[in-house]
Structures are given as structure tokens and as C-alpha cells.
């Protein structure tokens, strides 16, 4: 998929409501270490800022096609992102405490629009089962 950055970097910018946004700790691609971040989710897109009132991000993850999991055999409050198919980046991430490692866990798992194709279904399949028995 093709991604304009600059559409990209103007949404993250605009005034649509974030569904969360925090600090959390990412383990850098080259660099091994984790640095503090602070990111904004909108939708399926997580992007992540150097600082809280940075404009510009310093990148975005597309929250489509992976797996959000616990952090095995690592200290703390660690979780990750996990893109299946091979040669995908997995992200690590971590988090202050539990709370805000299971929070950023189930917004993350919810935000991508498989998800929310499969939560439009069942509720349309509840309308359709009320309307059946209030007829």
C-alpha cells in the first residue's frame, strides 16, 4: 500500500479526536534500547511523536493485519506488535504500569477496520434479530 506522507502527517496534525494517545517506551529498529514516545492513536494508524507538541511525527504504524501480545521474558510492562507475514517488523513497546499496558493493549487490538467490519456485523445481526421478534 502506497502512503502519502503528507496526507498522513496533515491528518495527525488535524483536530480529529484521538481514541488514545500517552507515553510509551519503543525499542528502536537500530538502536536496541527503548526512548520514550509519545503516541497518538486515530483509527488504525499509531503515530508516534519524539515529544507530546511535536507537529511533525516521527513515524506511524498502520494497525492492520496484526496481532497485539504480551512480551515474554522481559521485565515490566511489555507488549508487541506483530505483523505476521515474514519480514515485517514486530514493534516493542512498554508501558508505565499494568493498567496502561492492558488499556493501550485493547485499544490497539480494536482499532483495526477488520475489527470494526466484524463489530458493524453482530450488531447488525442483533438489529435484525430484534426486529424479528418485536414483528
Known amino acids: 500500500m502506497r502512503i502519502n506522507e ?8 488535524s483536530g480529529a479526536p484521538a481514541d488514545k494517545e500517552g507515553y510509551l517506551l519503543k525499542k528502536g529498529e537500530l ?3 527503548y526512548q520514550k514516545r509519545y ?16 507537529k ?15 512480551s515474554e521474558n522481559i521485565d515490566g510492562f511489555a507488549f508487541q506488535v506483530v505483523f505476521p ?4 517488523r514486530t514493534y516493542h513497546m512498554a ?20 475489527y470494526m467490519k466484524l463489530m458493524v456485523a453482530e450488531l447488525r445481526q442483533q438489529l ?8
Do not use: H
Not at 39 to 54: Q, S
Not at 95 to 114: F, L, N, P, R, T
Open 95 to 114: 508501558a508505565d504500569s499494568q493498567e496502561e499496558m492492558e488499556a493501550w493493549m485493547k485499544v490497539m487490538s480494536c482499532a483495526s477496520y477488520d
Open 128 to 135: 435484525d434479530e430484534l426486529k424479528e421478534n418485536s414483528q
Open 31 to 33: 538502536n536496541k534500547g
Open 85 to 88: 507475514k515474514t519480514g515485517c
Open 39 to 54: 503516541f497518538v492513536l486515530k483509527g488504525n494508524l499509531l503515530f508516534y511523536y519524539e515529544k507530546r507538541y511535536d
Open 6 to 13: 503528507k496526507s498522513l502527517s496533515k491528518f495527525a496534525s
Open 56 to 70: 511533525e511525527p516521527v513515524g506511524v504504524i498502520v494497525l492492520e493485519g496484526c496481532t497485539i501480545e504480551l
